[in-house]
Structures are given as C-alpha cells and as structure tokens.
C-alpha cells in the first residue's frame, strides 16, 4: 500500500509564498511521476504541475513563472514552491504519484489534500 502525505497548505495573503510537500511511502515499488493537482470551490480539479523521476517538469500555464515543482527521489518526495501567490489561487491541492506495480503495470495514488487559501 503506498500512501501519501501533504504538508505545507494555509492562509496567506496575495504576493506572498508557500511550499507545499508531498511524502509518498513506496519502500517496496518504483515511484514514477509526481505531480500536484488543485481543486478550487465549484470547480473541478486541474494540473499545477508534475514531474518525471528523471525531473522533466510540466506547468499549467496558470502557474508558470511563479510556481516551481521539484523533487527529492532518494525520499520520494515532491515540493511545490508558490510565489506570488493570488486568490485565485485558493483551492484544496493533492499530490499525486504514479507508481510502479510490476512490469509495465503503474497505479495512481493520491494524498488527502492541503488546503491553500490566498486572501485579497
């Protein structure tokens, strides 16, 4: 079973930064890519960024310039660094993991969530 863990959401006010960290417990399989996804109130859950073990990145345009997704795999964890934050930035954010079962066979695991809130 592999789990995963957030930390990092709160209340800021808008321009300034969070980091949001993600643990995933994989001892015995391959974590593939990472990423972050966010859903805000009324509205369906979007891409913020992932990230291949091998760290090619991808962003949503939303978020590109001021948020940076990283990674750490000797502890299988995912960071995401906020700047410049904005209100419409305010969403619950989950980490995802795509992990590797056996062979070609992956799964997709995803954290609880951490809520970000980014007032005017």
């Known amino acids: 079973q592999v789990q995963l863990v957030e930390s990092g959401g709160g209340l800021v006010r808008a321009g300034q930064s969070l980091r949001l960290s993600c643990a995933a417990s994989?001892?015995?399989?391959?974590?593939?890519?990472m990423g972050w996804y966010r859903q805000a109130p009324g509205k369906q859950r979007e891409l913020v960024a992932t990230i291949t073990s091998g760290g090619t990145t991808t962003y949503s345009d939303s978020i590109k310039g001021r948020f940076t997704i990283s990674r750490d795999n000797a502890k299988n964890t995912v960071y995401l660094q906020m700047n410049s934050l904005k209100p419409e930035d305010t969403a619950v954010y989950y980490c995802?993991?795509?992990?590797?079962?056996?062979?070609?066979?992956?799964?997709?695991?995803w954290g609880k969530g951490t809520l970000v809130t980014v007032s005017s």
């Open positions: 995802n993991a795509v992990v590797i079962i056996i062979g070609t066979i992956s799964m997709d695991y």
């Open positions: 994989a001892s015995t399989f391959r974590v593939n890519a």
